[in-house]
Protein backbone atom coordinates (compact mmCIF):
# COMPACT_ATOMS: atom_id res chain seq x y z
CA UNK A 1 0.00 0.00 0.00
CA UNK A 2 1.38 3.71 -0.78
CA UNK A 3 1.18 5.03 2.39
CA UNK A 4 3.09 2.25 3.80
CA UNK A 5 6.40 3.21 1.49
CA UNK A 6 9.62 4.22 2.43
CA UNK A 7 12.12 6.62 0.68
CA UNK A 8 13.61 4.16 -1.34
CA UNK A 9 16.56 6.75 -1.74
CA UNK A 10 16.93 6.89 2.34
CA UNK A 11 20.15 4.85 2.07
CA UNK A 12 22.03 6.97 0.16
CA UNK A 13 21.16 10.14 2.51
CA UNK A 14 22.05 8.76 5.62
CA UNK A 15 25.19 10.85 5.57
CA UNK A 16 23.08 13.70 5.93
CA UNK A 17 20.25 12.45 8.45
CA UNK A 18 19.79 15.15 10.74
CA UNK A 19 16.52 15.97 13.49
CA UNK A 20 14.50 16.74 10.80
CA UNK A 21 13.67 13.04 10.10
CA UNK A 22 10.59 12.13 12.09
CA UNK A 23 12.58 8.96 13.32
CA UNK A 24 10.67 5.89 14.52
CA UNK A 25 13.12 5.25 17.48
CA UNK A 26 12.36 2.42 18.64
CA UNK A 27 13.10 0.48 15.54
CA UNK A 28 14.68 3.41 13.30
CA UNK A 29 12.47 3.71 10.37
CA UNK A 30 11.22 7.35 9.29
CA UNK A 31 7.81 7.13 8.64
CA UNK A 32 6.71 6.08 5.63
CA UNK A 33 6.58 8.67 2.34
CA UNK A 34 3.37 7.95 0.20
CA UNK A 35 5.17 8.70 -2.75
CA UNK A 36 7.95 6.77 -2.71
CA UNK A 37 7.61 3.12 -3.11
CA UNK A 38 9.51 0.92 -0.91
CA UNK A 39 12.70 -0.54 -2.20
CA UNK A 40 13.23 -4.19 -1.83
CA UNK A 41 16.68 -5.79 -0.89
CA UNK A 42 18.54 -7.50 -3.14
CA UNK A 43 17.77 -11.32 -3.28
CA UNK A 44 20.51 -13.21 -1.14
CA UNK A 45 21.65 -16.97 -2.36
CA UNK A 46 18.61 -19.52 -2.00
CA UNK A 47 19.47 -21.16 1.58
CA UNK A 48 20.94 -24.46 1.61
CA UNK A 49 23.03 -26.68 3.72
CA UNK A 50 26.71 -25.63 3.57
CA UNK A 51 29.97 -28.48 3.77
CA UNK A 52 31.24 -26.07 6.36
CA UNK A 53 28.54 -25.72 8.45
CA UNK A 54 27.42 -28.82 10.70
CA UNK A 55 26.36 -29.72 14.47
CA UNK A 56 28.67 -30.21 17.08
CA UNK A 57 31.16 -28.18 14.60
CA UNK A 58 33.37 -27.43 18.13
CA UNK A 59 33.38 -30.71 19.28
CA UNK A 60 36.23 -32.50 18.03
CA UNK A 61 39.39 -31.81 20.60
CA UNK A 62 41.31 -29.98 18.49
CA UNK A 63 38.50 -27.09 18.41
CA UNK A 64 36.78 -26.00 21.36
CA UNK A 65 34.41 -28.76 22.72
CA UNK A 66 33.12 -26.63 26.05
CA UNK A 67 32.21 -23.55 23.38
CA UNK A 68 28.51 -24.38 23.53
CA UNK A 69 28.63 -24.88 26.68
CA UNK A 70 30.79 -21.39 27.86
CA UNK A 71 27.81 -19.30 25.38
CA UNK A 72 24.88 -21.03 27.55
CA UNK A 73 26.19 -20.30 31.78
CA UNK A 74 26.56 -16.54 30.32
CA UNK A 75 22.86 -16.49 28.83
CA UNK A 76 21.69 -18.53 31.32
CA UNK A 77 22.17 -15.82 34.13
CA UNK A 78 20.87 -12.65 31.55
CA UNK A 79 17.95 -11.02 32.28
CA UNK A 80 14.28 -11.89 30.22
CA UNK A 81 14.92 -8.58 28.28
CA UNK A 82 18.76 -9.26 27.59
CA UNK A 83 17.72 -13.22 26.23
CA UNK A 84 14.97 -11.38 24.06
CA UNK A 85 17.18 -8.93 23.16
CA UNK A 86 19.56 -11.72 21.69
CA UNK A 87 16.62 -13.43 19.74
CA UNK A 88 16.54 -10.08 17.77
CA UNK A 89 20.13 -9.65 17.81
CA UNK A 90 20.50 -13.18 15.42
CA UNK A 91 17.91 -11.82 13.05
CA UNK A 92 19.09 -8.61 12.54
CA UNK A 93 22.21 -9.91 11.89
CA UNK A 94 21.03 -12.41 9.25
CA UNK A 95 19.14 -10.13 7.65
CA UNK A 96 21.72 -8.07 7.00
CA UNK A 97 25.22 -9.33 5.78
CA UNK A 98 24.25 -12.60 6.34
CA UNK A 99 24.86 -14.62 9.52
CA UNK A 100 28.44 -13.21 9.92
CA UNK A 101 28.27 -10.64 13.35
CA UNK A 102 28.42 -7.86 11.14
CA UNK A 103 25.98 -6.49 13.44
CA UNK A 104 28.72 -6.69 15.95
CA UNK A 105 30.93 -4.70 14.42
CA UNK A 106 32.02 -1.48 16.35
CA UNK A 107 32.83 2.46 13.77
CA UNK A 108 31.47 5.01 12.16
CA UNK A 109 28.82 3.97 9.86
CA UNK A 110 28.23 0.41 10.77
CA UNK A 111 25.44 -1.17 11.62
CA UNK A 112 25.19 -1.39 14.80
CA UNK A 113 24.67 2.66 14.78
CA UNK A 114 22.23 2.48 12.35
CA UNK A 115 18.73 3.45 13.43
CA UNK A 116 16.49 0.37 13.51
CA UNK A 117 19.74 -1.34 15.86
CA UNK A 118 20.14 1.52 18.26
CA UNK A 119 17.99 -0.33 20.57
CA UNK A 120 19.41 -3.55 20.33
CA UNK A 121 20.81 -5.41 22.85
CA UNK A 122 23.10 -8.46 24.21
CA UNK A 123 26.20 -6.69 22.75
CA UNK A 124 27.40 -6.99 26.41
CA UNK A 125 26.48 -10.67 26.65
CA UNK A 126 28.81 -11.73 23.49
CA UNK A 127 31.58 -9.83 24.08
CA UNK A 128 31.56 -11.79 27.44
CA UNK A 129 30.77 -15.14 25.89
CA UNK A 130 33.64 -14.84 23.59
CA UNK A 131 36.10 -13.30 26.33
CA UNK A 132 35.89 -16.64 28.04
CA UNK A 133 36.07 -18.64 24.46
CA UNK A 134 39.53 -16.42 23.87
CA UNK A 135 40.86 -17.69 27.17
CA UNK A 136 39.77 -21.21 26.74
CA UNK A 137 39.77 -21.99 23.06
CA UNK A 138 41.54 -18.51 21.15
CA UNK A 139 41.29 -18.11 17.82
CA UNK A 140 38.84 -20.69 17.09
CA UNK A 141 34.78 -20.03 17.95
CA UNK A 142 33.76 -17.29 15.30
CA UNK A 143 31.33 -14.42 16.91
CA UNK A 144 29.30 -15.39 14.19
CA UNK A 145 28.51 -18.63 16.28
CA UNK A 146 28.66 -17.20 19.59
CA UNK A 147 25.39 -15.05 18.29
CA UNK A 148 23.50 -18.07 16.94
CA UNK A 149 24.09 -20.33 19.97
CA UNK A 150 23.17 -17.43 22.35
CA UNK A 151 19.50 -17.26 19.98
CA UNK A 152 18.94 -20.89 20.71
CA UNK A 153 19.91 -20.46 24.50
CA UNK A 154 17.68 -17.68 24.90
CA UNK A 155 14.82 -19.28 22.97
CA UNK A 156 15.07 -22.00 25.32
CA UNK A 157 15.02 -20.35 28.35
CA UNK A 158 12.44 -18.27 27.63
CA UNK A 159 10.13 -20.61 26.29
CA UNK A 160 10.74 -22.91 29.56
CA UNK A 161 12.41 -25.51 27.50
CA UNK A 162 10.08 -25.99 25.10
CA UNK A 163 12.39 -24.51 22.21
CA UNK A 164 14.88 -26.54 22.20
CA UNK A 165 17.39 -26.96 18.52
CA UNK A 166 20.71 -28.16 17.24
CA UNK A 167 23.06 -25.06 15.87
CA UNK A 168 24.67 -25.97 12.87
CA UNK A 169 28.14 -24.36 13.42
CA UNK A 170 31.30 -23.42 11.89
CA UNK A 171 30.63 -19.48 10.44
CA UNK A 172 33.19 -16.80 9.90
CA UNK A 173 32.91 -13.64 10.99
CA UNK A 174 32.46 -11.18 8.04
CA UNK A 175 34.54 -7.60 7.50
CA UNK A 176 31.84 -5.39 6.14
CA UNK A 177 29.06 -3.53 8.38
CA UNK A 178 27.31 -0.39 6.73
CA UNK A 179 24.77 1.00 8.23
CA UNK A 180 22.95 1.96 5.26
CA UNK A 181 22.29 -1.44 4.07
CA UNK A 182 20.21 -1.89 7.39
CA UNK A 183 17.12 0.01 5.82
CA UNK A 184 17.16 -2.20 2.69
CA UNK A 185 17.17 -5.22 4.65
CA UNK A 186 15.21 -5.54 7.61
CA UNK A 187 11.44 -5.60 7.60
CA UNK A 188 10.01 -2.05 8.61
CA UNK A 189 7.18 -2.75 11.97
CA UNK A 190 4.48 -0.51 9.40
CA UNK A 191 4.76 -2.86 6.67
CA UNK A 192 1.95 -4.50 5.32
CA UNK A 193 1.74 -8.47 4.02
CA UNK A 194 3.00 -8.00 0.91
CA UNK A 195 6.51 -5.97 1.77
CA UNK A 196 7.56 -8.47 4.68
CA UNK A 197 6.18 -11.35 2.67
CA UNK A 198 8.77 -9.83 0.33
CA UNK A 199 11.54 -9.28 2.29
CA UNK A 200 11.43 -12.37 3.68
CA UNK A 201 11.60 -14.43 0.18
CA UNK A 202 14.61 -12.10 -0.26
CA UNK A 203 16.89 -13.60 2.25
CA UNK A 204 15.12 -17.62 1.16
CA UNK A 205 12.49 -17.52 3.91
CA UNK A 206 8.71 -18.69 2.02
CA UNK A 207 5.75 -16.55 3.89
CA UNK A 208 5.00 -19.77 6.33
CA UNK A 209 8.57 -18.77 7.94
CA UNK A 210 7.58 -15.70 7.80
CA UNK A 211 4.58 -16.30 10.43
CA UNK A 212 6.80 -18.44 12.63
CA UNK A 213 9.02 -15.99 12.88
CA UNK A 214 7.11 -13.60 13.69
CA UNK A 215 6.07 -15.29 17.13
CA UNK A 216 9.16 -13.98 18.53
CA UNK A 217 7.02 -10.76 18.87
CA UNK A 218 5.55 -12.86 22.34
CA UNK A 219 8.67 -11.22 23.74
CA UNK A 220 10.70 -8.03 24.13
CA UNK A 221 9.76 -4.46 24.58
CA UNK A 222 9.35 -1.45 22.00
CA UNK A 223 9.27 2.21 22.20
CA UNK A 224 6.22 3.97 21.51
CA UNK A 225 8.20 6.10 18.60
CA UNK A 226 8.05 2.33 16.74
CA UNK A 227 4.20 2.35 16.50
CA UNK A 228 2.63 6.00 16.03
CA UNK A 229 0.60 4.65 12.64
CA UNK A 230 -1.42 2.62 15.42
CA UNK A 231 -2.38 5.23 17.43
CA UNK A 232 -4.77 8.42 16.91
CA UNK A 233 -4.91 10.24 15.31
CA UNK A 234 -2.84 8.59 12.85
CA UNK A 235 -4.82 4.91 12.82
CA UNK A 236 -7.78 4.38 11.06
CA UNK A 237 -9.97 2.96 13.78
CA UNK A 238 -11.95 1.71 11.15
CA UNK A 239 -9.67 -0.80 9.47
CA UNK A 240 -9.58 -4.28 9.93
CA UNK A 241 -6.65 -4.41 11.30
CA UNK A 242 -6.82 -1.70 13.40
CA UNK A 243 -5.40 -2.31 17.53
CA UNK A 244 -8.13 -2.99 19.62
CA UNK A 245 -9.96 0.07 20.68
CA UNK A 246 -8.91 -0.61 24.82
CA UNK A 247 -5.16 -1.53 24.18
CA UNK A 248 -5.08 1.84 22.07
CA UNK A 249 -6.44 4.02 24.51
CA UNK A 250 -4.50 2.71 26.99
CA UNK A 251 -1.23 2.84 24.69
CA UNK A 252 -2.06 6.48 23.95
CA UNK A 253 -1.83 7.51 27.33
CA UNK A 254 0.67 5.82 28.59
CA UNK A 255 2.86 6.79 25.26
CA UNK A 256 1.37 10.76 25.58
CA UNK A 257 4.48 10.87 28.54
CA UNK A 258 7.21 10.62 25.63
CA UNK A 259 7.88 8.68 22.23
CA UNK A 260 10.86 7.06 24.14
CA UNK A 261 8.41 4.56 26.73
CA UNK A 262 9.18 0.97 25.96
CA UNK A 263 5.88 -0.90 26.51
CA UNK A 264 6.06 -4.36 26.35
CA UNK A 265 5.27 -6.07 22.92
CA UNK A 266 2.73 -8.75 24.32
CA UNK A 267 1.50 -7.44 27.83
CA UNK A 268 -0.02 -11.10 28.65
CA UNK A 269 3.10 -13.21 28.72
CA UNK A 270 5.65 -10.04 28.18
CA UNK A 271 8.27 -12.52 29.41
CA UNK A 272 7.51 -15.88 27.45
CA UNK A 273 8.30 -16.89 24.18
CA UNK A 274 4.80 -18.78 23.34
CA UNK A 275 1.96 -18.84 20.98
CA UNK A 276 0.22 -16.17 23.02
CA UNK A 277 1.61 -13.34 20.07
CA UNK A 278 -0.75 -15.44 17.57
CA UNK A 279 -3.88 -15.07 20.23
CA UNK A 280 -3.00 -10.99 20.24
CA UNK A 281 -3.04 -11.31 16.54
CA UNK A 282 -6.48 -12.78 16.27
CA UNK A 283 -8.01 -9.71 19.33
CA UNK A 284 -5.86 -7.17 17.08
CA UNK A 285 -3.38 -6.59 20.45
CA UNK A 286 -0.54 -6.35 18.64
CA UNK A 287 1.73 -2.80 18.34
CA UNK A 288 3.41 -3.27 14.43
CA UNK A 289 0.98 -3.12 11.57
CA UNK A 290 3.51 -5.85 10.34
CA UNK A 291 1.98 -8.44 12.62
CA UNK A 292 -1.56 -7.12 12.22
CA UNK A 293 -1.38 -7.88 8.73
CA UNK A 294 -1.14 -11.31 9.14
CA UNK A 295 -5.03 -11.21 9.26
CA UNK A 296 -5.29 -9.95 5.64
CA UNK A 297 -4.53 -13.37 3.72
CA UNK A 298 -6.62 -16.83 4.21
CA UNK A 299 -3.76 -18.11 3.79
CA UNK A 300 -1.72 -16.31 6.87
CA UNK A 301 -4.86 -15.72 8.99
CA UNK A 302 -5.30 -19.67 8.54
CA UNK A 303 -1.62 -20.05 10.24
CA UNK A 304 -1.77 -17.66 12.84
CA UNK A 305 -5.28 -19.41 13.97
CA UNK A 306 -3.71 -22.77 13.89
CA UNK A 307 -0.52 -21.97 16.05
CA UNK A 308 -3.00 -20.09 18.62
CA UNK A 309 -4.92 -23.22 19.08
CA UNK A 310 -7.84 -22.71 17.02
CA UNK A 311 -7.92 -24.81 14.45
CA UNK A 312 -8.22 -29.14 14.73
CA UNK A 313 -5.38 -31.22 13.46
CA UNK A 314 -5.49 -35.04 12.46
CA UNK A 315 -7.16 -36.48 15.26
CA UNK A 316 -9.42 -33.29 16.53
CA UNK A 317 -6.69 -32.30 18.88
CA UNK A 318 -5.76 -28.67 18.69
CA UNK A 319 -1.41 -29.31 18.24
CA UNK A 320 -1.12 -25.70 17.04
CA UNK A 321 0.62 -24.87 19.80
CA UNK A 322 3.10 -27.99 19.61
CA UNK A 323 3.41 -27.47 16.49
CA UNK A 324 4.45 -23.63 16.64
CA UNK A 325 7.81 -24.62 18.65
CA UNK A 326 9.04 -27.46 16.38
CA UNK A 327 8.48 -24.80 13.57
CA UNK A 328 9.95 -22.00 15.31
CA UNK A 329 13.00 -24.46 15.70
CA UNK A 330 13.30 -24.95 12.02
CA UNK A 331 12.85 -21.67 10.93
CA UNK A 332 15.94 -20.42 13.58
CA UNK A 333 18.12 -23.44 11.81
CA UNK A 334 17.12 -22.23 8.45
CA UNK A 335 17.83 -18.82 9.10
CA UNK A 336 21.17 -19.21 10.06
CA UNK A 337 22.46 -20.40 6.88
CA UNK A 338 21.59 -16.80 5.21
CA UNK A 339 24.39 -15.42 3.40
CA UNK A 340 27.08 -17.67 4.83
CA UNK A 341 30.70 -16.77 4.64
CA UNK A 342 33.85 -18.37 3.36
CA UNK A 343 37.46 -18.58 4.77
CA UNK A 344 38.17 -16.21 2.06
CA UNK A 345 35.90 -13.66 2.73
CA UNK A 346 35.74 -13.62 6.47
CA UNK A 347 37.68 -14.83 9.74
CA UNK A 348 37.57 -15.61 13.00
CA UNK A 349 37.47 -12.05 15.27
CA UNK A 350 39.94 -11.72 18.42
CA UNK A 351 36.91 -9.71 19.59
CA UNK A 352 33.53 -9.22 18.16
CA UNK A 353 33.11 -5.64 18.26
CA UNK A 354 36.93 -5.40 15.66
CA UNK A 355 37.69 -6.87 12.45
CA UNK A 356 41.31 -8.58 12.82
CA UNK A 357 44.85 -6.19 12.37
CA UNK A 358 46.58 -7.67 9.14
Request: charged share 20%; hydrophobic share 35%; proline share 7%.
Amino acid sequence: MAKLALLAVLASLLGAVSCEFSIYAGYGFPPPNPSVPYQLPQACPPVSPTPGLKVGYYADKDKCPRAEEIVRKVVEKATAGEKAGLIRLFFHDCFVEGCDGSVLLSGTDTERTAFPNLSLRGFELIEEAKAKLEKHCPGIVSCADIVAFAGRDASYSLSYGRINYRVPAGRYDGKVSRAADTFQNLPPPFGDLALTTAMFAAKGLNQNEMVVLSGAHSIGRSACSSFPDRLPPAANSSSSTAMEPKLAGQLTATCSAGSSINVPQDAVTPDRLDNQYYKNVISRDVLFNSDASLTTSSQTEDLVEFYAGNRQFLSGKFLGPIVWYHDFEDAMVKMGYIGLKTSAEGEIRKTCAFINKT
